[in-house]
Each structure stands twice: as C-alpha cells, then as structure tokens.
C-alpha cells in the first residue's frame, strides 16, 4: 500500500466530495421536491437573489453544470451545504434523514421489487442480459434514487424495517381474532352462566312452592302426609291427585329439563379450557381420584358431583379469564392500534426513522403491562357512593374497555400513575417550583 502523502491527500479529497456532492446534494434535491410537494410549505424563499443565500437555480447549476476551478468547488460545496441546513429548516419537523428513509420503507416504485423484475420478464422484451438492456423502466431515475444514493446505509435497514413492521401489524391481526374469539366465547359462557343460576333460582322457589302446597294440603285434610311428584300408576306414568300437584309438577319436569340442557352446553363450552388445562397440567401429573368416595356414592350424587364440578370449572375460567387474560389481550391491542397509527401518520408527514420500530415494541411492552395492571387502580364498576374519585373519575368502563384504553393512551396513563405516587406516598411535583 502506497504511503505518498500526496496520494492520500488526495483519496481524502476524492472522499470528502464525493460525499459533499453526491450523497448531500441527492439529500438536498430530496428536500427540495419535499418541500415543492406540500401545500403548507414554501421555496419562496429560494428565489430572492438579494438575500445572499443559495438558490435553486444555483443548486440545479450544481449536479448538471461541473466546476471552471477549485474556489468555484469550494463555493459550490458551500452553497450545498447552506441549501440543506435552510431546507431542512423549511421542510420541519422532517428532515433529510425522515424523508429518504420514509420513501426506502414505503417506496413510491421499488424497480428491485420481484413484481417489477416479474413485470418486466413478463413484457419487457427479451430474457437475457441485464434489465436494461431490454426494459427502459429501469434506467429512470424516481425519488428512491436519490434516497438509495444520499443515504445509502439506510438501505438495508429500510428494508428490514418494512418486513418487521408487516411482521407486526400481521401478529395484531392474529391478535385481534384470537382476542374477538375468546372474548366471545367468555361472553357465551357468562350466558350460559347466568341461564343456569336464573333456572335454579326458579326451582329453588318451586321447592319452596311445593313444600307449601304439601303443608297446605295436609292440613286440611285427615290423609297422612304425602309428597308430590311421587306416585306412579302400574305402569310407572306419573300419578297425580290434584291439579295444583299436576301443575307444579309439570312446571318441575320443565325446569329440570332446561337445566340439563344448560349443564349440556355448559360440559360443551369447557372442552376447549379443558383441553388447554389438561396440556398445562401434564408435565405435573394428576391428583390421585378418591375411589372409595366414587364407590359409595349413587350414581344421582355422583352425577350432582360432576355438574357442580363443571359449574365451578365455568365461573373459575369466566372469572380467570375474563378479568385477567382479556385485559391483557386488550392492552396489547390497544399499543398496537396506537403503533399502527403512529406509523402510518408518520408516513403520511415523512418523519420515519430507524428508532420508530425499537420504540414501537417498548410501546407494545408498556401497552401489555399497563393493560394487565389497570384493573388494580381503578372501579370497572363506576363511582360507588362515598368513595374517592379514582383515576377515570366518574366513567363506568369495563376491565377489557379500561385496558385498550389505556393500551392506546399508555404515555398518559403513566403520567396519570405518577402523580397517584406522588399522592400516595406524598411526594412533592419536582416541575413545581417552591413558594419563596
């Protein structure tokens, strides 16, 4: 390798303007078709030749016209560089940086897509050689040119950027289905639920019905007591010796049977908890079953037995998931909503930057965090009398609502968390300046 001074002052030279006048004048001419494309922004400016500043004119001069001498190099590096310290001052709050990376993220047309390259194989002419030698399309300079050539690091970064942003708007629509799925089977078992409690209470005053009909009826009479629903002719059909024992009997056979269609539903609406349990339990074993229970009890005590059961497994998972799964999914939702649109006001206004997606997942973090942990601060309920007035003041929301909610505002939630600790734990707001 060559030590010449001369020879790498020269390749420092080389370097420097290269960069001065391909990456940054590709980045001011970015700017520049930025700016001319918005209606609320302006290169008035950069026609007043009285103001001492660069103007178009000058920087177009510049990328087609080459230098007569080394001070008109230098002038002209100068002038590059004002332009595109006064272009970004115009083109606020994006930058040069925001613009080349929002155009390599969502392209305006990418001629290395396979789509293109399909394209032009397709109806493009022939099919060897380079692209192009037989597709023009590829010669045509667009604006994804200038943002490849001036930020050329950022190429790869782009693109990795845009599969994992599909990547993750992808996974919030998994999400979002398994979420509306299992917040619909919950809201059916919950029905299921409050069915069955509705049927019981109904046959719990049936009972009650009953046993006064049974006093009554022994009480006016000299028979020895008796008990309804139990007499049976010679061939086992129902007996009845009164109509009022006809009609609460009948009313009883109906409500019994719409409690085993409901214990029904209820045994088919736990298959899937039941399976995903069984799943979770195996690598602990089971508990050992008690067989000399089972084998005292009656087939109606153990069928009693196994629909408590299956009651008790329902309200478990209704309550369990209903109140600490779904939040969660619903917090995740919400970070994910407000991601999304982040990044798609972001595009619109081309203020991408490579941070965005690092700072998304955080987001995403935050939002999950925050939703499974909402429920803990506040009433899902609504005010309730004589209580204090808690973070969402008097709105009634439900834990799933609350969750999303605050998914989708977490910044504000946590500001709001801050100041419930300062409350709490009476710490003074260190923005608050003490009195004098």
Not at 195 to 216: C, G, P, R, T, Y
Request: proline share 5%; aromatic share 8%; charged share 20%.
């Amino acid at each position: 390798m060559s030590s010449d001074p001369d020879e790498n002052g020269s390749a420092s030279c080389q370097r420097i303007e290269d960069f001065i006048f391909v990456r940054e004048l590709n980045e001011v001419f970015l700017l520049l078709d930025h700016i001319s494309g918005r209606w609320d922004k302006s290169l008035y400016n950069f026609h007043n030749h009285d103001d001492g500043e660069p103007h178009i004119d000058e920087l177009c001069a510049i990328g087609l016209a080459q230098p007569d001498s080394e001070q008109q190099r230098v002038a002209q590096a100068v002038k590059v560089l004002c332009a595109k310290d006064k272009l970004n001052a115009a083109a606020r709050p994006a930058t040069g940086l925001t613009i080349a990376f929002t155009l390599l993220v969502v392209g305006e047309d990418n001629r290395r897509d396979w789509r293109n390259w399909l394209r032009d194989k397709m109806f493009g002419g022939g099919g060897s050689g380079n692209a192009s030698a037989h597709s023009p399309h590829w010669d045509k300079p667009t604006r994804l040119t200038l943002a490849r050539t001036a930020f050329p690091g950022l190429v790869r970064v782009a693109s990795s950027f845009n599969l994992r942003m599909k990547l993750v708007v992808y996974l919030l629509l998994i999400g979002l289905v398994l979420t509306c799925v299992t917040s619909w089977h919950v809201a059916g078992g919950s029905a299921i639920l409050q069915h069955l409690d509705a049927v019981q209470a109904a046959q719990a005053a049936l009972s009650k019905e009953i046993a006064e009909a049974e006093f009554k009826h022994t009480a006016s009479t000299t028979a020895p007591p008796m008990q309804f629903c139990t007499e049976a002719d010679t061939a086992g059909s129902p007996h009845f010796r009164s109509t009022e024992e006809y009609q609460l009997c009948t009313r009883r056979q109906q409500l019994t049977a719409q409690a085993a269609a409901i214990s029904m539903n209820l045994r088919d609406w736990l298959v899937p908890w039941q399976a995903c349990y069984s799943v979770l339990a195996r690598p602990f074993g089971r508990m050992p079953e008690n067989g000399a229970v089972q084998a005292s009890a009656t087939p109606a005590e153990m069928q009693g037995r196994v629909q408590r059961a299956l009651e008790e497994q329902a309200r478990v998972v209704t309550l369990v998931v209903g109140t600490a799964v779904l939040p969660l999914c619903y917090g995740v939702l919400g970070a994910g909503a407000a991601v999304v649109r982040g990044l798609w006001a972001k595009m619109r206004e081309s203020l991408l930057s490579p941070r965005d997606f690092t700072l998304a997942l955080l987001q995403l973090a935050l939002g999950a965090t925050i939703g499974a942990c909402i429920a803990l601060f506040v009433n899902p309920s609504g005010q309730t009398p004589g209580s204090e007035i808690g973070l969402l003041g008097n709105w009634a929301l439900s834990t799933s609502a609350l969750s999303f909610i605050a998914g989708f505002g977490v910044e504000g939630v946590f500001v709001a968390l801050e100041s419930l600790v300062r409350r709490v734990f009476n710490i003074s707001d260190p923005a608050r300046r003490p009195a004098d």
